[in-house]
């Protein structure tokens, strides 16, 4: 699985949360730190680009097809926990270890973190990565880079319902009007951060 050359892709437009795009963090105590965020896919996102990128990796990394848990997840699960926001969405998680290019609308390079907020429109560069640690097996999504968008709404967060976020992991501009969802993510994660696997067709 290494020096391998990724098939990377371009996502639909998500509303960005939890971003950690400009310096790494630790949301495990004794974690590596790491650069990353949540990205949340209102509902009737095409998502076909994205979901065939993860199965290639899969397929590829995983002949025997063992049972893993899909990096895409049912938004309806973190409601309570973390906003409306991800009331009828699929969300996921991505990160990366070296630091990522963050762009403008005009795919000019983002200089500025508060033009990075929680809530922002985005799209990313990601690609899929197979692991295989000590009977852990599963497929995460790296980010390569990022664009920031017209059109978000801010959303309040805490450092503390951004740690639990990523605790339990190891174009044409479309209508903002569509990303526009009310409400603020909660002051602290409520419930265990480990969570059941979305099903997907079966795959995983």
Same mark, same amino acid.
């Given at each position: 699985?290494?020096?391998?050359?990724?098939?990377?892709?371009?996502?639909?437009?998500?509303?960005?949360?939890?971003?950690?795009?400009?310096?790494?963090?630790?949301?495990?105590?004794?974690?590596? !730190?790491?650069?990353? !965020?949540?990205?949340?896919f209102?509902?009737?996102?095409?998502?076909?680009?994205?979901?065939?990128?993860?199965?290639?990796?899969?397929?590829?990394?995983?002949?025997s097809?063992?049972q893993?848990?899909?990096?895409?997840r049912?938004?309806?699960?973190?409601?309570?926990?973390?906003?409306?926001?991800?009331?009828?969405?699929?969300?996921?998680?991505?990160?990366?270890?070296?630091?990522?290019?963050?762009?403008?609308?005009?795919?000019?390079?983002?200089?500025?973190?508060?033009?990075?907020?929680n809530?922002?429109?985005?799209r990313?560069?990601?690609? !899929?990565?197979?692991?295989?640690?000590?009977?852990?097996?599963? @497929?995460?999504? *790296?980010?390569?880079? @990022?664009?920031?968008?017209?059109g978000?709404?801010?959303?309040?967060?805490?450092?503390?319902?951004?740690?639990?976020?990523?605790?339990? *992991?190891?174009?044409k501009?479309?209508?903002?009007?569509?990303?526009?969802?009310?409400?603020?993510?909660?002051?602290?994660?409520q419930?265990?951060?480990?969570? +059941?696997a979305?099903? +997907?067709?079966?795959?995983?």
């Amino acid at each position: 699985m290494q020096n391998k050359n990724y098939t990377r892709i371009v996502t639909p437009p998500a509303r960005l949360l939890f971003p950690a795009l400009f310096e790494p963090k630790s949301f495990q105590d004794g974690g590596q !730190a790491k650069y990353g !965020a949540v990205l949340v896919f209102p509902a009737g996102t095409d998502l076909t680009s994205l979901k065939a990128l993860i199965k290639d990796e899969y397929a590829a990394s995983f002949p025997s097809r063992p049972q893993i848990q899909n990096p895409l997840r049912n938004g309806d699960d973190k409601v309570d926990e973390w906003g409306e926001v991800f009331r009828g969405a699929t969300f996921l998680r991505v990160s990366t270890t070296k630091k990522p290019t963050v762009f403008d609308a005009n795919c000019q390079p983002v200089m500025d973190s508060s033009a990075v907020f929680n809530g922002a429109v985005c799209r990313a560069e990601v690609h !899929a990565f197979a692991y295989d640690k000590m009977g852990n097996r599963g @497929i995460s999504v *790296t980010l390569d880079s @990022i664009q920031i968008l017209p059109g978000g709404a801010r959303l309040s967060d805490t450092g503390e319902a951004s740690r639990r976020a990523f605790a339990s *992991t190891e174009p044409k501009m479309l209508d903002a009007t569509a990303y526009q969802v009310g409400g603020e993510v909660p002051a602290a994660a409520q419930g265990s951060a480990q969570e +059941d696997a979305q099903e +997907d067709d079966g795959w995983l």
